[in-house]
């Protein structure tokens, strides 16, 4: 059929737009935003001068290769810079192995709660995402192997996972792993992996090491707090880097992400800071919140779940109102498929203890 004007290719106009976690509270007198999973302590002062510093030589391009910034975290992670990539945040990879793998027709699967950038950037490209159904908000490897067909390419594997903050012990992610074809990619996105603190727990970089089809992607935005700059990184086989780099803007990460980015990952102090603020509040956040009477999804990652009964108005849509109107910025899930539901972000003490008292008078009312 001819059309009087330009048409999006197949799969574009299916796509719902990603819906970001609200930033602003109007009317209230102090803004604490817990909806993106931000780090309440924020970024390494040394990134923040790093910075800074750039803003020297703005006429300047960046090293498109981020060579220093490759090498900073190869040495930190112990790999080889050659085989990683860094991105306009992971989102900007998570997109290029979309745009490297996928083709109209082709199909890539996530878990049921999975991260909403996985159907977005599977869809733009032409291809069916496939939704592998989880079990007690947990990825489930018997559905997405279930969910395998001929045309699957892409596996996307969120562990931790976000909405849900819950994850899968290595052990599982290896049994997904052996019952994939070899020519379908899995993509392991550890943006919460600095917060885990359980012993069967990996990122996965083993399995990328001795695999050809598997890939690691990381942020910078959540533990090294450098949301704003858009950096992420991933590591893979030599093909698939190779592939990937081919597909990607030559400039594609900026420069002040990337001098920001060398002093951040090697911040080890910071990331410490940050990682026992997060073992401090989270469960304690648990906690408490279950003692309203709230049910809590265990969570692994710097934020939580928490269920609203719907009974007696106390549904997720009037605590998120009744939150707002206190400055208590929090997540609606609802786009996730979870309307009964709110995701908190672990915030600073002040904001996690002015969270539990309002949400104490939430339940009372
Ligand atoms: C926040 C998040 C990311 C990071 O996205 P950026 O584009 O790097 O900011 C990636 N994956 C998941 C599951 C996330 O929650």
């Known amino acids: 059929m001819s059309s009087s004007r330009p048409q999006p290719r197949p799969g574009v106009l299916?796509?719902?737009?990603?819906?970001?976690?609200?930033?602003?509270?109007?009317?209230?007198?102090?803004?604490?935003?817990?909806?993106?999973?931000?780090?309440?302590?924020?970024?390494?002062?040394?990134?923040?001068?790093?910075?800074?510093a750039v803003g020297q030589h703005l006429e300047d391009y960046p090293d498109g290769a981020a060579t220093r910034l490759r090498e900073a975290i190869?040495?930190?992670?112990?790999?080889?810079?050659?085989?990683?990539?860094?991105?306009?945040?992971?989102?900007?990879?998570?997109?290029?192995?979309?745009?490297a793998y996928l083709a109209d027709g082709d199909e890539a699967i996530h878990s049921q709660y999975g991260f909403l950038v996985y159907p977005i950037a599977t869809m733009g490209t032409g291809a069916k995402p496939v939704?592998?159904?989880?079990?007690?908000?947990?990825?489930?490897?018997?559905?997405?192997?279930?969910?395998?067909?001929?045309?699957?390419?892409?596996?996307?594997?969120?562990n931790p996972n976000n909405p849900t903050g819950t994850y899968i012990p290595f052990d599982e992610v290896k049994r997904l792993h052996r019952g994939l074809r070899p020519d379908i990619l899995l993509v392991l996105d550890a943006a919460y992996a600095e917060y885990v603190s359980r012993n069967d727990y990996s990122t996965?970089?083993?399995?990328?090491?001795?695999?050809?089809?598997?890939?690691?992607?990381?942020?910078?935005?959540?533990?090294?707090?450098?949301?704003?700059?858009?950096?992420?990184w991933m590591v893979g086989?030599?093909?698939?880097?190779?592939?990937?780099?081919?597909?990607?803007?030559?400039?594609?990460?900026?420069?002040?992400?990337?001098?920001?980015?060398?002093?951040?990952?090697?911040?080890?102090?910071?990331?410490?800071?940050?990682?026992?603020?997060?073992?401090?509040?989270?469960?304690?956040?648990s906690e408490e919140i279950g003692k309203l009477g709230l049910t809590v999804t265990p969570s692994v990652a710097n934020f939580l779940l928490i269920h609203f009964p719907g009974t007696n108005g106390h549904t997720a849509q009037a605590a998120d109102a009744f939150l707002t109107a206190r400055g208590l910025v929090l997540r609606s899930v609802a786009s996730y498929g979870l309307?009964?539901?709110?995701?908190?972000?672990?915030?600073?003490?002040?904001?996690?203890?002015?969270?539990?008292?309002s949400l104490a008078e939430f339940m009372a009312a």
Request: glycine share 8%; net charge negative; with cysteine.
């Open 14 to 52: 299916s796509i719902s737009a990603y819906v970001p976690g609200k930033s602003g509270a109007p009317g209230a007198a102090k803004v604490f935003k817990l909806s993106s999973n931000e780090s309440p302590l924020g970024p390494s002062p040394h990134a923040i001068a790093a910075y800074q």
């Open 74 to 99: 190869a040495g930190v992670y112990g790999l080889d810079p050659a085989r990683i990539i860094c991105g306009a945040g992971s989102d900007d990879l998570l997109n290029l192995i979309a745009r």
């Open 131 to 158: 939704v592998a159904p989880e079990k007690d908000l947990t990825t489930d490897v018997d559905a997405i192997l279930a969910a395998v067909t001929p045309r699957t390419k892409v596996v996307f594997l969120a």
């Open 204 to 232: 996965g970089l083993e399995l990328v090491a001795e695999s050809e089809n598997v890939v690691m992607c990381r942020t910078f935005s959540k533990i090294h707090a450098l949301a704003a700059l858009r950096l992420g």
């Open 237 to 285: 086989p030599a093909h698939v880097v190779d592939a990937v780099n081919r597909v990607r803007g030559p400039f594609n990460v900026n420069a002040p992400a990337i001098d920001a980015g060398i002093a951040a990952v090697e911040d080890a102090g910071h990331i410490e800071l940050s990682r026992a603020h997060n073992d401090r509040w989270l469960p304690w956040l």
């Open 339 to 357: 309307p009964a539901a709110l995701r908190m972000s672990v915030g600073t003490e002040e904001a996690n203890r002015l969270v539990v008292a």
